[in-house]
Nanobody, 123 residues
Framework: QVQLVESGGGLVQAGGSLRLSCAASGRTFSSYTMAWFRQSPGKERDFVAAMSWIGGNTYYADSVKDRFTISRDNAKNTAYLQMHNLKPEDTAVYYC????????????????WGQGTQVTVSS
């Protein structure tokens, strides 16, 4: 397990950009698949993006494809989610997740979670 701390959320106008960061503790960050999920009030936690520790393959939800980019810096034990062309429907609490599996987009597959960071997009 790793400890995860997200940052970078905030209030932005539609069409704007934000970059979320997820700082991880531990010495084996490079062997963890990193993912971002988001949750709006009254809704389930949804998959946003993931980056496998195997080959650095990336995966995106259709709703964010071509607007969001997941990346990682293993030297800094940090994962990122760059978000462009934000829309009001992107408003949610964004969670970083990690686990030592090749890939998943399923909440229950991830054993480590951050506390979440709020992203609010105004119209």
């Amino acid at each position: 397990q790793v400890q995860l701390v997200e940052s970078g959320g905030g209030l932005v106008q539609a069409g704007g950009s934000l970059r979320l960061s997820c700082a991880a503790s531990g010495r084996t960050f490079s062997s963890y698949t990193m993912a971002w999920f988001r949750q709006s009030p009254g809704k389930e936690r949804d998959f946003v993006a993931a980056m496998s520790w195997i080959g650095g393959n990336t995966y995106y939800a259709d709703s964010v494809k071509d607007r969001f980019t997941i990346s990682r810096d293993n030297a800094k034990n940090t994962a990122y989610l760059q978000m462009h062309n934000l829309k009001p429907e992107d408003t949610a609490v964004y969670y970083c997740a990690a686990d030592q599996l090749p890939y998943s987009c399923t909440v229950t597959d991830f054993g480590s979670w951050g506390q979440g960071t709020q992203v609010t997009v105004s119209s």
